[in-house]
């Protein structure tokens, strides 16, 4: 018996990373939004590690928070460790990871959907997408009730025909114990919708006084308190460690001598998964001249002893996780809370969207996160925001919010997923953006809420806020170009000891002066002058603005020339193997398909800016060398 259930601007299928974010803006646009999930206790559910971020997953977290979505929030309240990686390295690269409570995160993420004007949250499983005249316009679920609305985005994630492998044992079913989403799959394959099979595996769980940690390294969180929203209020906060042991030769021994029982050599496991998340029998396959894999232990939670066991994600049978867990340096005691496994799921191929996440053939219909044939929150997260902000759009008949790949790492993504054929789970990597120097974590604001403001999703109170900061980074650059540091005695003395840093006759600016290498922002404030009391993130985008302004220069116009020498041919007859600094995988998919021009190799999905750079100075050696000879 079906029933009319209600009707609403935008219906969201989905109430993970992807659907959250895409409710989330699309009600905070104005929008009369339904979010349904088959289960209200998965709302925002951590299926695998329990951290956010990272190099690349960092921006988009960061990206998402500048547009006026609430991961970077969510996370800063769930955090339970923050470190920025990477700070050997330059500002592009570098990125905040989070450790989160993954059942807080759930339920302050949950709470902000309750609380959130124009939208309501209801458990239902959808089993139809309803068309009238080639437009979508509605949902049936399993319990008749149909929900009508003039956009609907899909992000059921993982859970789309999905199944479980432990071993030799499968059954259907969604992450963690969760049902499967069946009918879905079916509707959207009846409606045109081209569905392919990918997989991913998360580690077994372990019980954490049954480690002994006194044979691993501690990995303490960051003192200094980073933040990952721009606008999150300032939380102290005592962090939890994370553990680091290795695997052992004997580990080695045991995954080798039961290949035979494992699902991804028996062929029970046809589809791809992730590669830069892989399971630990592959990587023992894959890379076997490596004595030991890094394996992190990262707690659950505060109130949970479930221990996330990072590194050995594996379907491999029951008793063989538990006895390659016990030769671990500290695990040889442990008990096992939860076993790992795989999940096999249906993905749109992502070929059949548009730049805006609408796809092609059904008008209102959108799609976003895993069911992109992406992997990860973040990821995920990011799709939801702009398929919620164009499903809202869409419903007010203006036109569709794209960002390019010079604007954000939402854009690369995007532009990436529509265009490149991707054959495993796409996952973001810094490498896969031309202008990383120009899309770092640190200014996402500047770059995005500006926009974000525009379309309407981000408030006025955060926008003023953002203003005020640009107003003061803006000031305080101009303020250095123009203030030469007098020269005295004291101002000699005091840049003596910076690093011995001299005083040229002529005098210098406090911008030339920061220029240096040996000189940060803090050493400036020591000269004795007055110095405005900035925010301390004022600060360092100013700092990085002055001291990076050559190399954001240079980048534009390196974007500029790669963009010029997409024409460029390439030598059908290149060994590839021998291309130092290709990527692994660019290296064995060119080596497959012998690519016949830069522009070629640049569209084939892995090949990334940074490989086409080396393939750029291989060729030039060698038509150097040719000249030499010939010479
Ligand atoms: C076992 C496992 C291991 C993973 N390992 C990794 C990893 O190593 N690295 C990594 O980066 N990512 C990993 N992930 C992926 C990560 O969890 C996802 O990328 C992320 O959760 C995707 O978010 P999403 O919003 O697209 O989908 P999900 O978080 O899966 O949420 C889907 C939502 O859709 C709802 N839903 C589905 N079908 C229906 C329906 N018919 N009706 C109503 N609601 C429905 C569900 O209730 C859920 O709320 C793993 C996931 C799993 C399951």
Redesign the pocket.
Known sequence: MVYSAGNYDVIV????????EAGLAAARMGCRTLV????MD??A?????PAVGGPA?GHLVREVDALGGEIGLNTDRASIQMRLLNIGKGPAVQALRAQTDKKHYQISMKRVLEGQENLDLKQ????RLLIEKGKICGVL?STGAIFKAEAIVV??????KGRIVIGDLSFPG???G?FP?V??SDSLSELGVRMGRFK???PPRVDQKSIDFSKMSIQPGDEKPYQFSFVSPFVEREQMPCWLTYTTEETNRIIRENLHRSPLFTGSIQSQG?RY?PSIETKVVRFSDKPAHQVFIEPEGKDTAEMYVQGM?TSLPEDVQLAMLRTLPGMEKVEMMRAG???EYDYVFPGQLKLSLETKIIPGLFT????NG????E???AQ?IIAGINAALFTKNREPFILKRSQAYIGVMIDDLVTKEIDEPY?MLTSRAEYRLLLRQDNADLRLTEMGYEIGLVSKERYETYIRKQKLVEEERSRLERTVVPVSADTKKILGEINGAGLPQQGITLAGLLRRPEVSYGDLLLLPMSHPDLPEEVREQVKIQVKYEGYIKKQQSQAERIKRLEEKKLPTDIDYRKVKGLSMEAMEKMENIKPVSIGQAGRIAGVTPADLSVLLIFLEQNRRNKNRNHS
């Not at 559910?45 to 590690?49: G, H, T, V």
């Not at 976003?368 to 069911?371: K, L, M, T, V």
């Open positions: 299928v989905g109430a993970g990373h992807a659907g959250c349904i999930t088959l289960n998965n709302v559910l951590m299926p695998c590690n997953k239902a499983l959808a089993e679920t992000t059921a994630g993982t859970y789309l969604g992450p963690n969760q989403s009918g879905l991913t595996g998360t992730p998340c994600s496994y795989a999940i976003a996160g895993q069911i992406t992997s990860g929150y990821e995920a997260a939801g996952r």
